[in-house]
């Protein structure tokens, strides 16, 4: 399991700054949702056609009431899941703005920065603005609860009944 984030336009300008002018036209100007893949689904996202890349959007509200999105990605018999605590107000806030810009995702190979992917992301901002409990503020009270609870969350966006293989290979690599 890997901690993932999200990068602003704004956010991304920065970082840029100092890269060449054909990367910053090819990331900038976009919301990305940022995370870490097994280097062997990386080599495969690498290799495969752009079209034999699948990719959904799923949403569940756990014991405590905290909701989450879960940006999955497969291709072949991997798949990558990028989870999304919806009481966090930054992702709130991402959420938001994609449903009005395009955004992607940058994933990296097992964490080296020297190995970006860049994906443009099928799942549109309308699809995530329907999950449940987009809008829900979370109290100072309620987050011990919540971070308690992470390992069955963990578990539930493992469980291959809520979230299926997105092909027809029912055998998936996480």
């Known amino acids: 399991m890997y901690v993932g984030e999200v990068r602003s336009p704004d956010d991304l300008a ?26 062997d689904m990386f080599n495969v996202l690498r290799q495969e056609p752009v ?3 699948h990719q959904r959007v799923t949403g569940f509200v756990s014991k405590t009431g905290a909701a989450y999105g ?34 992607g995702f940058l994933l990296s190979k097992d964490g080296a920065e020297e190995s970006l992917l860049l994906l443009r992301s099928s799942v549109t901002g309308d699809n995530l603005q329907g999950l449940p409990g987009l809008r829900k503020e979370v109290s100072d009270a309620e987050l011990p609860a919540m971070i308690a609870e992470l390992p069955d969350v963990v578990m539930a966006i493992t469980d291959a009944e809520r979230i299926p293989s997105l092909v027809e290979q029912p055998i998936c690599t996480y």
């Open 51 to 53: 079209d034999s890349l």
């Open 14 to 39: 920065e970082v840029l700054a100092e890269r060449s002018n054909e990367e910053r036209l090819r990331l900038g100007h976009r919301w990305l949702f940022c995370g870490n893949v097994e280097p």
């Open 70 to 103: 879960v940006l999955t990605h497969q291709v072949l018999g991997y798949q990558h899941r990028l989870v999304l605590p919806l009481f966090d107000s930054e992702i709130q806030q991402a959420v938001m703005a994609v449903s009005q810009e395009p955004f």
